[in-house]
Structure formats: structure tokens, C-alpha cells
């Protein structure tokens, strides 16, 4: 099993970008889908982006669709996320988590580990 340390949140101005780091120790990394999800505070996590264990497939929520972008190094153990044109409405903490199932999942309860998470705070 990896464990999964997040970091690259901070504070940034709306159309500002940032770019987030998910680091994983192990030797399976490569074998596992890799997502990101958010929680605003009052809000259910969600599903933002995933990716698929060889980094070929993505998937995205419609509203990060074209500002974000998923990427993985899996010779460096590591997933990214992308941020670009940022908006109020994406503040919130980002988790990063693995999935080893065979198929991409946007289902939280599918997920076998997750990280800390990093806080991104959007200013208007």
C-alpha cells in the first residue's frame, strides 16, 4: 500500500495559477489510478480529476475541465495537478488518493489511500 503526502497549496489571486504535488513511497505507485478530490468547508469531498495507472486515460469534473490539467511521474512516484485561471469557487482543501481498481473511479468510497491534503484559497 503507498502513503501519499500533498503539498503546493497556498494563497493566490483569481486567475492565478498553481500547481499541486502528490508524492507516494512504495513500489506500486505505477499500479494504482491516481485522483484528486476537494472539500470546501461545509461541503462534501469531491471528485475534481483522475488518472489512469500508465497516465494515458483522464478524466475531470466539468468545472475544472480545460483550467486543470493531471499529470503523473510514476518513475518519481508522483501525481500532479495543474491549476490554471483560478476562481473563488476553488478554494478548498485537495486530496490526492489511489485506486487500484481496473477502471477510473470518480466515487470516493473506491479509493484505498488518501493524503493530508493542501489548502488552496482563492481571492476575489
Known amino acids: 500500500q503507498v502513503q501519499l503526502v500533498e503539498s503546493g497549496g497556498g494563497l493566490v489571486q483569481a486567475g492565478g495559477s498553481l500547481r499541486l504535488s502528490c508524492a507516494a513511497s512504495?513500489?506500486?505507485?505505477?499500479?494504482?489510478?491516481m485522483g484528486w478530490f476537494r472539500q470546501a468547508p461545509g461541503k462534501e469531498r469531491e471528485f475534481v480529476a483522475v488518472?489512469?495507472?500508465?497516465?494515458?486515460?483522464?478524466l475531470y469534473i466539468d468545472s475544472v475541465r480545460g483550467r486543470f490539467t493531471i499529470s503523473r511521474d510514476n518513475a518519481k512516484n508522483t501525481v500532479y495537478l495543474q491549476m490554471n485561471s483560478l476562481k473563488p469557487e476553488d478554494t478548498a482543501a485537495y486530496y490526492c488518493a489511489a485506486d487500484r481498481g481496473l477502471l477510473l473511479s470518480t466515487k470516493r468510497h473506491e479509493y484505498d489511500t488518501w493524503g493530508q491534503g493542501t489548502q488552496v484559497t482563492v481571492s476575489s
Open positions: 512504495g513500489h506500486t505507485f505505477s499500479r494504482y489510478n
Open positions: 488518472i489512469s495507472w500508465d497516465g494515458v486515460t483522464t
